[in-house]
Antibody, heavy 116, light 108 residues
Framework: QVHLVQSGAEVKRPGASVKLSCKAS????????MHWLRRAPGQGFEWVGC????????SYAGKFQGRLRVTRDTSTNTVYMELSSLTSEDTAIYYCAREESAFAVWGQGTLVTVSS | SYELTQPPSVSVSPGQTARITCSGD??????VSWYQQKPGQTPVMVLYKDSERPSGIPERFSGSKSGITATLAISRVEAGDEADYYC???????????FGGGTKLTVL
């Protein structure tokens, strides 16, 4: 069965970095585009970035350029998202998702709270 | 442009049909997907490629598209359908997702 299991909630100070993980089971990451999305409190979904199957290409939303890094570890079948220079506006639930025509499979979400 | 516009809210009585629209200039050239998120739960894809239903999604959920407007229709609405619904397209060929602002479906 296909699952995406994400790491636990994080609380960070402004200016800090956070690294989230998303472990896949039931399929291999190398066969799919994997995405990160987020939903801030009271807001809608926002696409954050993705990594393609062969890991040669990553796409990031413009507002995250320079402070976002999406990586993958094929040995553990895990995809990571690292976001730096955090501000309160980065407080959100972050989701990983597998692309299959659409965001077909979602992780359970990780709450990131940025607060002083 | 890749902006998608949804009504903030739609209300419907149980047993009726709810229709949620999504409008955007890119829609004639892009497949639309729809997602449901209930409070405290993980989002679920309910439609993809405008009108395709993933396995496990009831036939009550259907999709259509005409011109710049896509519609998610939920027939015989149940209390359990109350949720936020989002439409989504891909921005060009670079796998960048674009979402509508979301519609809160209230079952009266």
């Amino acid at each position: 069965q296909v699952h995406l299991v994400q790491s636990g909630a994080e609380v960070k100070r402004p200016g800090a970095s956070v690294k989230l993980s998303c472990k896949a089971s039931g399929f291999f990451l190398i066969n799919y585009h994997m995405h990160w999305l987020r939903r801030a409190p009271g807001q809608g979904f926002e696409w954050v970035g993705c990594i393609n199957p062969n890991e040669e290409h990553r796409s990031y939303a413009g507002k995250f350029q320079g402070r976002l890094r999406v990586t993958r570890d094929t040995s553990t079948n895990t995809v990571y998202m690292e976001l730096s220079s955090l501000t309160s506006e980065d407080t959100a639930i972050y989701y990983c998702a597998r692309e299959e025509s659409a965001f077909a499979v979602w992780g359970q979400g990780t709450l990131v709270t940025v607060s002083s | 442009s890749y902006e998608l516009t949804q009504p903030p809210s739609v209300s419907v009585s149980p047993g009726q049909t709810a229709r949620i629209t999504c409008s955007g200039d890119a829609l004639p050239d892009q497949y639309v997907s729809w997602y449901q998120q209930k409070p405290g739960q993980t989002p679920v894809m309910v439609l993809y490629k405008d009108s395709e239903r993933p396995s496990g999604i009831p036939e009550r959920f259907s999709g259509s598209k005409s011109g710049i407007t896509a519609t998610l229709a939920i027939s015989r609405v149940e209390a359990g359908d109350e949720a936020d619904y989002y439409c989504q397209v891909w921005h060009d060929s670079d796998h960048r997702g674009v979402f509508g602002g979301g519609t809160k479906l209230t079952v009266l």
